[in-house]
């Protein structure tokens, strides 16, 4: 195989600073898929049954999944060119700021962010994502994350379309204690601390980190920081048990016996916030757009004061054509409908065969995004596109609360 950096160099020029991406597969062994991401029906356990059902799709990701028994590179994103394919990862390590745009390549020395899509037939167990400063503890960054709930793919809602997010407002962090002390007797009774919200397809939350939520059974699109660390706190999800390794494996050595220590790392006042759904919620605001297409924010607003990351959502009608400028590289992939991004060809899949090359995601490099885009409808359907951006390359983005104007 040529090296990485020519082959990159190549395939920007052939795609006029577009790069092309194939699908990335990931299990979670604990959850059932819910079988909506186009996978074919027979490859959702294609990693084999020990490894657990194909539950989420990793979109322009850098990082490595946390799974026991996983692949060397399972969780990272393949470009392809000319049939041969190379790490994103290792693309960007070689062109850096070209890639990525110079302000992140600066700063962060790589991508420092991704997204998935995921998907399970019922709830996930009710867990947080440590912080910045308690993830290094054991080798790892923080996570904090958002969701959006595409109607494409959400026509079918499975068994659990609600998420408990937070804790109920009055509830002690001795409650919390209690639970966790409970954990080998059964389900553990967390979510009695806790409130559901029933999911909405078109819409969408930012959840900070150290703020525990069990996410319900629409598929998700998830903007989030590059890191899978995380902390399982309920013992018992729909009869399936968790093991207690996914509540303790994030936390130092020392501290894994210590209850008391895991309820201290949550960020309690957000947990309690009474007016959580106020300063969470999330709804499609239109940026810009013109004849036959709209462009809508769909991820917005800041965590603990900061941008962490932003989406967008661009739908084109048939026959419509628009140039998109961005001030940052970009992931985009699409949920419906044909057409192209700039000389490349984009096609929604109605199902992916596991290891097949698609035309539905593509990495915008920085200078692209800048110079701008033009997106063409060549179907006979909507074109929808979802696009995810890196930490703090939007400053004109709406914040928490702007849809309600």
Partial sequence: MANVAQLTADALTEGDG??????????????EPGRRLKLRPQDYYALGMDRGGIDERWLGSTIEA????????EGLSYCIFNGEKFLLRDAIDELKGEIVGDDIWNTYQK???????????????????????????????????????PPQMNQITNNFPYTFMGLEPGTTKQDVIDCLDRWNDGDNGILDLSRA????????WLIPTRVLHAPGSLVTYEPQWASDVFAMYQSLVEGRMTPRSLLTQNFPEDKRDDHAY???VLDWEKNVDPNFKDNNYLEPIVCEQGEGWVDKWIVYGKINGRQCFTAKELTL???AKCKIS????????????SGRIGKLNLHTPVMITFGEATEDEFFVTARKAADGVEFENTGSEPLVGLRYFGPDVQPNAPEVGDWKK
Avoid: C
């Fill in 18 to 31: 577009i790069l092309r991406l194939t699908p990335t597969w990931v299990p979670r062994s604990f959850l």
């Fill in 66 to 73: 946390v799974n026991e028994n996983r692949a060397h590179d």
């Fill in 111 to 149: 991508w420092p962010v991704f997204a998935k899509f995921f998907d399970n037939m019922g709830p996930i167990p009710h867990h947080m994502h440590q912080n910045a400063e308690q993830a290094r503890q054991v080798g790892q960054e923080e996570k904090p994350e958002s969701y959006y709930f």
């Fill in 197 to 204: 919200y029933r999911l909405k397809p078109g819409t969408g």
């Fill in 262 to 264: 895991m309820v201290d």
């Fill in 317 to 319: 009608q048939p026959g």
């Fill in 326 to 337: 961005d001030p940052g590289a970009y992931n985009l992939v699409t949920v419906q409908g």
